[in-house]
């Protein structure tokens, strides 16, 4: 069983599945500081100071016990009021849209660099070639 084991992590694929897993969460968390750190106060400052994060409604009742701000989406979140929170929504689609485009053009790039080679087109058959032989033939004596 150890020697099966061994031979299934050595693959190619798993070692290159588990490179890319770790590196798409590294990758993850550049783009989430990039979203939340460059990209969210640059679109908060053009829409006059809006902060997506905090954009949410409240549904359901606020625990009695609860002593924080009801501006507080985290905190809120923590005391477990039911809300909708489509600013952060908003936030986690821009950093997917983010990553997508990212990956979009590496896979570009990479499929540029990367061409495959062109294969010659194939010869004809051994049937094909006798019956062009036939053809030819046949029409050499038709003149």
């Known amino acids: 069983m150890f020697q099966e084991f061994k031979a299934f992590i050595s693959r190619g694929n798993v070692l ?74 908003a936030t986690v689609l821009i950093n997917f849209l983010i990553i997508a485009f990212v990956i979009f053009q590496l896979v570009r790039v990479a499929n540029k660099l990367m061409k495959p080679a062109e294969v010659p087109a194939p010869g004809p058959t051994p049937s094909e070639a006798l019956l062009t032989e036939i053809r030819d033939s046949l029409r050499a004596e038709k003149r």
């Not at 979203?35 to 606020?62: N, Q």
């Open 16 to 89: 290159d599945l588990a490179v890319a897993v770790i590196i798409g969460a590294a990758f993850g968390k550049i783009v989430t500081s990039l979203t939340d750190d460059l990209i969210m106060p640059v679109i908060g400052a053009i829409t006059g100071g809006v902060d997506f994060s905090s954009h949410f409604m409240i549904l359901g009742k606020v625990p009695e016990a609860y002593t924080g701000a009801l501006t507080d989406y985290a905190a809120l979140k923590a005391a477990g009021v039911p809300m909708l929170g489509f600013g952060n929504f």
